[in-house]
């Protein structure tokens, strides 16, 4: 990859943050974004109002960040997986993991009193995404080998059970109350994003996109297929694990704090692979780069296209079908 386009690639997502900060039904101009900023690090003249610095720290800041994590986190999760499973329409939920967090979450939600806790409602999200993964792997498992396509068939089996529970927690909940709250969370979004949720996301994002990361030339025998990846000297089952584990924990944290929001690990990685090409020493980095970008995009549109804000899952899907579909097209069914 050349100077250029590295330096393109980490540019194109601050540049977007910054233009993301200023839009909004309360406009500010960028220029007095950048002086709010360095008024944080140098002695400059105060000449705004206090509410441009709580809409900025407070309320945009937080929620740009969340969709940089979690459009980030969620691509190169795709990335990894497409690799890994030899397959270019595996998605990050593939696994089972966005329909056990999305159970999760509505009970919570069903269970809690008058009020919800949101703390508990990320936390069961959490806790339902790590245990799907955990049983798709051991229905997956063979004597002493884990074969691709079993367990993606294993993850299609636990996604659609989960997605059974949460039909269930949806028919008996309160009509008035906990049913519009749960639908709306299944939908994704980032409208109560805080700085509570993004210390809550961070921390397992970053640590699963820094240990995908530094296995990714790896990742790239591990698609030569088994045989070939042990004859080079790979640890197959081993690593097999080591990027479902990241893949999961990276998935199972975005999906606890904004909802199920879908096509982003499955398109980004292929816009990726378009520009940069297949080898995932490259492609990883670029789709955390490109996911991050799509994502912020288009959490600017759900809040800024209408006067009730749009669901991401709804954007995301509307987005993504139509380009997977002139992607399919424009490859003739090839995957390279």
């Not at 993606?152 to 949806?170: Q, R, Y």
């Amino acid at each position: 990859m050349s100077k250029k386009k590295i330096v393109i690639l980490v540019l194109v997502p601050f540049v977007l943050l910054l233009i993301s900060l200023a839009l909004g039904r309360y406009t500010i101009p960028p220029v007095t974004v950048c002086k709010a900023f360095l008024a944080k690090v140098f002695p400059i003249a105060h000449t705004w109002s206090d509410q441009v610095d709580n809409v900025l720290f407070q309320v945009r800041l937080p929620r740009a960040i969340l969709a940089l994590l979690i459009g980030g986190g969620l691509s190169i999760c795709g990335a990894s997986f497409q690799g890994i499973f030899k397959n270019p329409l595996v998605s990050p939920d593939i696994l089972g993991v966005s329909a056990a967090a999305g159970f999760g979450a509505a009970m919570a939600i069903w269970l809690a009193g008058t009020s919800v806790n949101t703390l508990s409602v990320q936390a069961s999200a959490f806790v339902f995404g790590i245990l799907a993964v955990f049983m798709a792997y051991n229905i997956s498992r063979v004597y002493k080998t884990t074969p691709t396509v079993i367990l993606v068939l294993s993850g299609v089996i636990v996604g659609a059970l989960f997605s059974a529970f949460t039909s269930a927690i949806k028919l008996v909940a309160d009509p008035l109350n906990k049913l519009p709250a749960i639908t709306f969370w299944l939908m994704g979004s980032l409208a109560t994003a805080s700085w509570n949720k993004v210390l809550t996301a961070s921390i397992p994002i970053l640590i699963g996109v820094i240990g995908l990361l530094s296995v990714r030339w790896r990742i790239n025998l591990l698609s030569l297929g088994d045989d070939e990846a042990r004859a080079l000297g790979v640890r197959t089952e081993f690593m097999k694990r080591f990027v479902i584990a990241c893949a999961t924990l990276i998935t199972a944290a975005s999906v606890c704090v904004s909802g199920v929001i879908g096509w982003v690990g499955l398109v980004m990685p292929h816009v990726s692979r378009m520009l940069f090409g297949p080898d995932h020493k490259v492609l990883l980095p670029v789709s955390i780069a490109t996911g991050a970008s799509f994502l912020l995009i288009v959490d600017v549109v759900a809040r800024c296209a209408t006067a009730i804000e749009i669901p991401l899952g709804i954007l995301t899907t509307v987005v993504g079908v139509p380009f997977f579909a002139y992607l399919l097209r424009r490859t003739k069914g090839g995957w390279k």
